[in-house]
Every structure is written in C-alpha cells, then in structure tokens.
C-alpha cells in the first residue's frame, strides 16, 4: 500500500505563528519521505527528503524545518510563518517494492495572511 | 543539475479526440526515469506513466502513451480519446538512475478537456 494521510487539509494562520503539518505513511517500513511545495501557478519544489528516522535532507535554505521522529511520519514546522509560505505542501513517499517512483498524499492547502 | 521544460501552459482537447503534451529535458546522466503526473482540480497528485531510460520501447497506460527520444531528451504524452476526466494539470518529472532521490518536476500544462 502507498496510502499517505496528511493533516490538516487547509489551515489559514497569520504572519509569524507557528506551523506543524503531518505527514503519515502506510506500507513497508524504512520508507523514503518527501515533502514538496507547489506555489500558485508553478510547479513542484522540493523541500526536505529523509531516508530514515532522524535523518532529513534540506534542499532549500528557509524558515521552515523537517523532522521525522517515527518511521512512517514525517513532519514540516516553522516557528514563525511568512507571508511567502503560503502554498500547497504536499507529502510523498517511494513505492512498496521500488524507489524509482514516488506517490503523494492528498496535500494540505496553507495560506498564510 | 536537471530541468524539465513544459512549453505549453495550457492546452485544449474536445472529448474523444487526441492530444499531445510536451516535454524536455536536461540532464548529462544516461540512465534515469521519466514521469507523468496528473493533478485534477482536486490538487492530488497521481501517477499516470513511468519510463525508464534505458528501454527503447515506449510505455502504454491504456489511453496513455508517451513517446521518449532519448537522443532529443523529448518526452512527450499522448492521451486518446479525451474524456472529460481527463482535465488537469499534468507535470512531467524527473528522477535520477540511482532512485532515492527527489523528483524534479516541469511548470505543468493545464489541459481542458470540451465536450
């Protein structure tokens, strides 16, 4: 299975408050988690990747932080939001049996005011 | 590092006709992966077709079918008779031979499938 929950679906939060968006995974365990941004208009930018508990790669210098503190949850935080963090975050993981491809979950929709 | 380019920001289809969306890209690599996403207005993401670099033949997902020039770093994705399902975003990706890595995507073509 590559089912993928993310929480919450939408949030609105104002300038320079917190944020924690979750993202849990079902399936074999040890997978490769992702998060992404889609910003109005534009493709899909890369965030943070992790292929192991504690371990998170940053691909992008910003205000926001990744952790993955269980195997099969992944986690995005800031401690204070910009206006320019507002977005589409969406949560992926690689397949079952593969990493050669990758499957999303259903997103969470931010907007930051 | 990679780029993909998706030259058509929007495009158009009537239902049950057949449309072309393009892709290229960049990479100095000769083994990779390349992909098709779909994100309908629902803003999920959903794979539609995967190719790999190293096979000559092109992938088929029924009414989906891409056509991969490796040598012109061209993949493009052919849908057959549009239905009007069919209407979303579609970004073309990109991922490296050693797999674990990330994927890199295009901007996307809106295509609007008319009845």
């Known amino acids: 299975s590559q089912t993928i929950h993310q929480w919450p679906a939408t949030l609105v939060q104002p300038v320079g408050s917190p944020l924690s968006l979750e993202c849990t995974v079902e399936g074999t365990s040890n997978p490769n988690l992702y998060w992404y941004r889609q910003a109005a208009g534009r493709g899909l930018q890369l965030l943070f990747y992790?292929?192991?508990?504690?371990?998170i790669s940053s691909e992008v210098p910003q205000n926001l932080s990744a952790s993955r503190p269980q195997d099969r949850q992944f986690i995005l935080s800031s401690k204070k939001l910009l206006l320019s963090d507002s977005g589409f975050y969406l949560c992926a993981r690689d397949g079952d049996s593969t990493t050669d491809t990758q499957y999303f979950g259903p997103g969470t929709r931010l907007t930051v005011l | 590092a990679q780029t993909v380019t998706q030259s058509q920001p929007e495009m158009s289809v009537q239902e049950a006709e057949t449309v072309t969306l393009s892709c290229t890209y960049d990479t100095s690599e000769s083994n990779y992966y390349l992909f098709w996403y779909k994100q309908p207005p629902s803003r999920q993401m959903i794979l539609v077709i995967r190719?790999?670099?190293?096979?000559?033949q092109n992938a088929t997902e029924n009414r989906f079918s891409v056509n991969f020039q490796k040598a012109a770093k061209s993949f493009s994705l052919k849908i057959s008779d549009s239905q009007l399902g069919d209407t979303a975003m579609y970004f073309c990706?990109?991922?490296?031979?050693?797999?674990?890595?990330?994927?890199?995507f295009g901007k996307g073509t809106r295509l609007s499938v008319i009845a």
């Open positions: 992790s292929v192991g508990i504690g371990q």
């Open positions: 190719q790999e670099a190293y096979k000559q």
């Open positions: 990706a990109f991922m490296r031979w050693s797999g674990n890595t990330p994927l890199v």
